[in-house]
């Protein structure tokens, strides 16, 4: 019996009891590993860390499990976990299986054009209506009390990903040092702290046939923070192409403008989104942060595969787009 890379199926058969596996692993994933486990008669999705992790308090498996658990006994719309296993003997690493949920991903903006106006619009806001049931969830009443500290978030966020930035230099990037002094200068204090999920788009959800959100995927960013972190970021999203070179989903006829999304998120969620400009400015800053250190570690020969070469050239409108943002306000 072989199965892909990094699952041990012999293994993982014998600690689950079950007949025979087959597995596929999912594409996509920058991080955690996805796969699709079945029996043949019954279908399940397993996640581990990635191969060679070397920290041991990254790619927490319990703490997604703990998570997935609390959210879908919750009826928030995750999958429910089934088995968590902490044992890295049985498969190499620690791991945890979650139910299987139909639905799809959608990553080609030729699709969305596809469905029409309409329907892209309805698709927008059932994602913007379920970011919001996220952020309704009282944690502590769902078991997630000690998830994360949401007081004082916003500003070890700024901290954090200024340190991030200062370890993946490997040139002058314009622009980006003024920004964050103009984010660290005017932290918003923030409402009441909520589940945030940290990765929130439209390519890590499953869509069902009638445009509803039959499930939330990827949670390892998720933690007790400011639910507006999660507004911005889906923002910022929306106006970045979902495959490269593609267009983006703000360019799809239908797609409501951020500010609309903004407007509805308001609506939706009752909260206070006067300085959701501060946090798209942020989440802008962010993503540069992140995508510059994918540049630095391509230029030291530090990564394998396509597309890296593109990487670097992403930075430089992101941190226009975190300026603009702060300006428009």
Known sequence: ??????????????YLGLPPLSATMFAGGRSNL??????????????????????????????EHKVLAALS??????????????????????????????GTIYRDVAVLDAMGPEAMRRLTLSLVDTLADLHALDPAAIGLGDFGRPEGFNERQVRRWKKQLDASRSRDVPGIEELHARLAADIP??????????????????????????????????????????????????????????RTPLSVPGHPSLAEIGEHYAKRSGRDVSDLH???AFAAFKLAVILEGVHYRYVQGQTVGEGFDT?????????AQGHESLEDN
């Open 34 to 63: 996805t796969y699709a486990v079945t029996d043949g008669t019954h279908r399940w999705v397993l996640r581990r860390p990635p191969l060679g992790h070397v920290l041991p308090t990254a790619h927490d498996m319990s703490r």
């Open 189 to 246: 204090a923030g409402g009441p702290g909520s589940v945030v999920h940290g990765d929130y788009r439209l390519d890590n959800v499953l869509i069902g046939e009638q445009l509803q959100v039959n499930a939330v995927l990827d949670w390892e960013m998720s933690t007790l923070g400011d639910p507006l972190s999660d507004v911005a970021l889906m923002l910022v999203y929306a106006g970045r192409p979902l495959l490269l070179p593609d």
């Open 1 to 14: 019996m072989s199965g892909p890379r990094g699952l041990d199926l012999e293994k993982l058969q014998a």
């Open 278 to 280: 501060w946090y798209v």
């Open 311 to 319: 990487v670097g050239a992403m930075v430089a409108p992101l941190v």
């Open 73 to 102: 006994q919750a009826g928030f719309p995750a999958p429910a976990p089934v088995r968590l296993c902490t044992d890295p003997d049985v498969i190499g690493a620690p791991f945890y299986l979650m139910e299987h949920v139909d």
